[in-house]
């Protein structure tokens, strides 16, 4: 059972990613998904969350606009894709499924580095 991140990788200011995060072993479907970001030496920030039956979505401040957050019709992976990026957004991005009475599943990140 576990989650799995892809899709991080070096961009420039400006340019866009899309991050994936896939289940293993468990209905990802089943559950609300939030990504996260860490920066070094900062605390895990959230991101961008997607509920669980209403698909609803929600965004951080700093990403509204530039984000979406998205499941794909299949059910079994998340995405985010990022635009317009920024130095800023650079960090360890992780994948949270969380939905009350099962058990909370944390991916383990990937690196987005934005640099020209």
């Known amino acids: 059972v576990r989650l799995v991140e892809s899709g991080g990788g070096l961009v420039q200011p400006g340019g866009s990613l899309r991050l994936s995060c896939t289940a293993y072993g468990f209905t990802l479907g089943n559950y609300g998904v939030s990504w996260y970001r860490q920066a070094p030496g900062e605390g895990r920030e959230l991101v961008a969350t997607i509920g669980s039956t209403s698909g609803r979505t929600d965004y951080a401040d700093s990403v509204r606009g530039r984000f979406t957050i998205s499941r794909d019709n299949a059910r079994t992976t998340v995405y985010l894709q990022m635009d317009s990026l920024e130095p800023k957004d650079a960090g360890v991005y992780y994948c949270?499924?969380?939905?009350?009475?099962?058990?909370?599943?944390w991916g383990q990140g990937t690196q987005v580095v934005v640099s020209s």
């Open positions: 949270k499924a969380a939905q009350m009475g099962r058990p909370i599943y």
